[in-house]
């Protein structure tokens, strides 16, 4: 189906991808009906394979995002937003997204990684509806984002971390399931102001001055309880939320 003869697509399942073309890579995604992230993460790892890999790298931290990006989501008062990294490090945030994900603030300080709090802290199976699905989410896009970028170094550390700690973390990665998460629907079950159901957009910062981190975007129905939620939180500080038992 591909065009490609058995003992060729033997050696690239093997890792084997020097000289493999983009058309012959997407003729395999083709025959094997890949969606859209899936096919990204067979280019990732293709590239990976046929590259010299680049010496491990740090990621980038809390001091690389620019005092512009900071005013930006400081002047987005009425939507909770923060700018992540590739292993799901809160990077930067305003209020509200500080308000909204308090618990997830609450136990690991002024900038926490969402995938070691899912997998790591009892509180993420209240405060995410549904939380198997959610973990399952989880992994599957930080795979994704592990094949991206191959040689991040905390990334690695970070798996590594959690495939000792988690059971349910080691089970979902043993699937290799890969998943972008650039918009949808998150839910909450907020301590302060209980479910609230919200959609999400994420979207890249500019590749020049922000290679690799992403700002995301949470936003209500107007007049929906979420809504209403949201504009109830408005009016809190992240360290009142804490002293209300977060």
């Known amino acids: 189906l591909a065009g490609v003869s058995i003992e060729w697509y033997v050696r690239l399942e093997k890792g084997n991808a020097t000289g ?4 012959v890579l997407n003729a395999v995604a083709t025959a094997l009906l890949l969606d859209e992230a899936e096919r990204r993460h067979l280019f990732d790892l293709a590239r990976a394979g046929a590259t010299r890999r680049s010496p491990a790298r740090p990621t980038r931290s809390a001091g690389a995002v620019r005092p512009s990006v900071h005013r930006i989501l400081d002047a987005m008062t009425a939507a909770p937003a923060f700018v992540r990294n590739s292993r799901q490090d809160m990077l930067a945030s305003n209020d509200l997204a500080r308000a909204l994900y308090a618990p997830v603030f609450a136990s690991q300080g002024e900038q926490p990684n969402l995938v070691r709090f899912c997998f790591l802290d009892d509180r993420a ?3 995410y509806p549904g939380w198997e699905s959610v973990a399952r989410q989880t992994a599957a896009v ?6 991206h970028q191959p040689g991040d170094r905390e990334t690695n550390e970070l798996v590594g971390e959690l495939a000792t700690r988690s059971e349910h973390f080691r089970r979902y990665w043993a699937e290799h399931d890969v998943r972008l998460h650039t918009t949808g629907t998150k839910r909450f ?3 302060v102001v209980g479910y609230l159901e919200v959609g999400f957009d994420s979207l890249p910062l500019p590749a020049e001055a922000d290679s690799g ?5 949470l936003t209500a129905e107007p007049g929906s309880a979420a809504d209403d939620a949201l504009s109830l939180l408005a009016s809190w500080t992240a360290p009142a939320v804490e002293r209300s038992g977060t």
């Open 189 to 191: 079950q907020h301590p």
């Open 213 to 217: 981190l992403v700002l995301t975007c």
């Open 20 to 23: 493999v073309s983009d058309d």
């Open 125 to 127: 199976a209240d405060f």
């Open 142 to 147: 930080l795979r994704s984002e592990t094949g």
